[in-house]
């Protein structure tokens, strides 16, 4: 069987993959598998991503990055559940982050 992109999940079948998702990533943390944990957590992230709303993400703003405290974002553009720019004080790495890894600032 063909498994769904996230694009096309409902909300509901997004949140059930993110709780899979966290189950396994911590089974393999436990089990010291590092590589195996990154790449769990990434896909959460991206599940996540679709749970939100692009539109509230804005050029121009920077954001904190979820999980790299003390780092910034600052977006050129969005495309997709992307938003794409660079980290603050590397202006020269233009990068691509899943939306749900931006910390909105108060």
Do not use: C
Not at 28 to 47: I, T
């Amino acid at each position: 069987m063909q498994e769904k992109r996230y694009s096309q999940m409902t909300e509901f079948e997004l949140r059930q993959e993110i709780a899979g998702l966290k189950e396994q990533a911590r089974k393999a943390e436990q089990l010291g598998m590092v590589n195996e944990l990154a790449v769990l957590e990434r896909k959460a992230a991206m599940a996540k991503a679709y749970l939100l709303n692009p539109k509230d993400f804005h050029p121009g703003e920077s954001y904190e990055i979820d999980g790299d405290p003390g780092s910034y974002f600052k977006i050129d553009y969005i495309n997709g559940v992307f938003a794409w720019g660079y980290r603050v004080g590397q202006e020269d790495k233009e990068e691509a982050l899943p939306i749900s890894l931006l910390i909105k600032q108060l």
